[in-house]
């Protein structure tokens, strides 16, 4: 509630601050268990409206009341549905009590004709602001970005054409005569298309013996090397090969397929049925292979009766006919899952020191359930021991540091960003119709991508109606859509205020001025990102231990329209917000150093800090991180500087244009 006088102070609405209160109370009450789980978010923003009007309306006073009878009546009426004398007597008095307020309230209306005013009990009167200081809305005028921009010298524009050309050629030189050589870079293939390796999933089912008459299926492309997380941590089962093996070993089991890359997971299923079958299969070859599976059944099924030693020669037979090298492999787990109506089987296999797959204290596993008479499910990997992954997922005083760094750092521009924002809205007047109108746009392209997924299916659960998914999803995607476009919209109206001409260079008539240079600021940004990705492959390449951190980020097909994903995720939005949040760190930059407590060095160092610290202490990461970052800052001092669509398009030569190729390559 409180929120409602402050965003009225700032935003000069009352309606917006009374929705974004009431959204922002109801994502808060997200949380609470309810079914379907956003009915809870619209149910309590909704009141949050009528809660609002009563705040302003009565006052806090009667906010407070309204709130502490709704909690006391509510938690009363569970303790009186109970059986439990104690419980519903408890019940009872919580509630009663709650109306003995309301009583004396109504006693006393009638009896003196009227209410007291509460004037003396809260500070509804005490509306005075204090004004900002003379020299703060003077500093904040003057720290403005407006200065004229005055076009690139000649000396900078070959300086610029210069480095890129250069970069071009670099990254040609790699691309050619250094990378195809190279087995971490021409492992994964994408061979099957989503329409073949689901038909390659069906017949391989089929062939099982399990009919597929009336399910639907859905593929999604995976990556099994890349770990998505913020800190850029290696992939477990590489950062053990690597350990152990060295990087030789990494490229044998690279190339041989004993780690899988980039792959498909083909699901079939029946809505409300439990009982389903997934195919897991590497993309690359045109061939099936010997593809993981797995069905789902439920523990009431019904299945013919077989014993151990008959399920296991079953086994041995599956895997024979399925080209599974189970030799050099041991034993090492047998199960009996005795079920409602049938009896299941789990083998585990594990290769011995002499598998081709062994290293260190790893071994090759293969998991084999047989399900009542036949094969269920099989999955495999490297068993990496249970001792080193309790280490390696152990937190060190680095990665501590590094994650509080990080989060705090990004706070504090978040908390810096806001204040900022606060003050050039509150002695400005927001073009909110432009604001609103680019957010929306931004949301249209959010919900374009998301109407161009193609495995959105892969996440139901059948447990519950297909059509009710469907429900979930779509709102799902609209909530996630409308905060995407909030925050943008932030940004906007940010720079809008910021840099009051800067949305006003992509005017056509404004166009002329700044268009030369920003091809020029383009070609150097992917000059400088290919100088960077080089330094990256050669690193990878002839360095003992260092594997690029994108060296395993793989494209994965999961959309009906591949080109329109790539056009709308990553050149509109990705170039959109990388060039947004740019000039929005590059005004609270200027702000912090304006404020003259530290350096300009040593401000940019700290802001720098979640950029460069690498996942691991190594000098070789935080070498590469360093020049990404110095690149950055180079670009931006000397070709982006005062020109919007410089910035527009160095964020695409820098950030896009560079993930693009590497799609494509």
């Known amino acids: 509630m409180f929120s409602i006088p402050f965003l009225q102070k700032y935003t000069k609405s009352t309606i917006f601050a009374v929705l974004l209160s009431s959204i922002i109370w109801g994502l808060a009450h997200a949380g609470y268990p309810a079914q379907p789980f956003y009915i ?16 302003i309306r009565y006052g806090i006073l009667a906010t407070l009341i309204w709130h502490f ?33 309301l009583i004396y309230a109504i006693v006393s209306y009638w009896k003196n004709g009227g209410f007291i005013s509460s004037n003396h009990l809260v500070n509804a009167l005490d509306t005075e602001i204090v004004e900002e200081k003379t020299e703060t809305k003077a500093m904040v005028d003057k720290l ?20 890129g050309l250069i970069g071009i050629l670099l990254f040609y030189y790699i691309s050619v005569f250094e990378k195809p050589n190279e087995t971490i870079y021409n492992f994964a293939y994408l061979d099957k298309n989503r329409n073949e390796a689901i038909e390659i999933a069906r017949e391989y089912l089929i062939n099982r013996g399990f009919n597929l008459d009336g399910y639907r299926s859905v593929a999604n492309a995976e990556n099994w090397l890349h770990d998505n997380n913020i800190l850029g941590d290696q992939n477990i089962n590489v950062a053990y090969i690597m350990e152990y093996g060295g990087k030789d070993t990494l490229r044998k089991f690279l190339s041989e397929d004993i780690l899988g890359s980039i792959g498909w997971k083909v699901r079939f299923f029946k809505p409300e049925t439990k009982k389903e ?22 523990d009431t099924a019904s299945l013919p009766f077989i014993s151990q030693a008959e399920a296991l020669s079953l086994v041995r037979e599956f895997a024979a006919n399925t080209n ?26 594990n290769g011995n020191a002499d598998h081709e797959g062994s290293i260190a204290e790893a071994k090759i596993f293969y998991n084999i359930d047989v399900h009542g008479n036949h094969i269920g499910s099989i999955n495999g990997g490297l068993k990496l021991p249970e001792v080193w992954k309790r280490e390696f997922h152990q937190s060190t005083l680095y990665g501590i540091l590094h994650m509080f760094s990080l989060f705090l750092i990004f706070i504090l521009l978040g908390i810096f960003g806001i204040r900022y924002l606060l003050q050039l809205i509150k002695d400005n007047q927001p073009n909110w119709k432009f604001v609103l109108s ?29 059509n009710i998914f469907m429900f979930e999803t779509i709102i799902n995607s609209l909530i996630v859509g409308i905060v995407v476009s909030i925050f943008a919209g932030i940004l906007i109206l940010s720079i809008h205020l910021a840099w009051p001409n800067f949305f006003s260079a992509f005017k056509k008539m404004n166009r002329n001025i700044y268009l030369k240079d920003a091809f020029t600021s383009f070609v150097c940004s992917f000059g400088i990102y290919s100088i960077y990705t080089v330094i990256n492959n050669i690193l990878t390449i002839y360095h003992p231990h260092f594997i690029a951190t994108d060296a395993f980020s793989f ?29 929005s760190l590059l005004y609270i930059f200027k702000r912090l150093i304006a404020l003259k407590r530290l350096s300009k060095y040593i401000i940019l160092s700290i802001m720098a800090i979640p950029f460069i610290l690498p996942a691991e202490p190594e000098a070789p990461y935080l070498f590469v991180n360093i020049i990404w970052f110095l690149g950055l800052i180079f670009l931006i001092r000397y070709f982006w500087r005062f020109n919007p669509l410089s910035f527009l398009l160095g964020a695409f030569g820098f950030f896009t244009l560079p993930k693009i190729i590497n799609y494509l390559l």
């Open 69 to 101: 009878s709704v909690d006391a009546v509510y938690s009363a009426t569970i303790l009186l549905r109970s059986s439990n004398a104690y419980y519903v007597t408890t019940g009872a008095v919580c509630a009663g009590i709650v109306m003995l307020p």
């Open 438 to 466: 680019f957010a929306g746009v931004i949301l249209v392209f959010h919900l374009f991508e998301a109407l161009n997924t193609a495995n959105f299916l892969n996440n139901y659960g059948t447990e519950k109606s297909l």
């Open 324 to 349: 599974i090298d189970l030799s050099n492999m041991d034993i090492t787990e047998e199960e009996i899952r005795e079920k409602d109506s049938r009896t299941d089987y789990h083998f585990t296999f």
């Open 277 to 298: 079958y997934k195919v897991y299969m590497l993309a690359k070859r045109d061939e099936p292979g010997h593809p993981h599976f797995v069905e789902t059944l439920s």
């Open 144 to 163: 403005k970005i407006s200065e004229f921009y005055k076009p690139l010298n000649q000396n900078r524009v070959k300086l610029g054409l210069g480095v």
């Open 555 to 583: 494209y994965r097909i999961n959309s009906y329209f591949p080109l329109l994903s790539i056009l709308t995720e990553n050149i509109i939005l990705s170039s959109l917000m990388s060039m947004l949040l740019i000039v």
């Open 40 to 55: 809870r978010v619209i149910e309590v923003s909704a009141m949050g409206i009528f809660i609002s009007w009563i705040f």
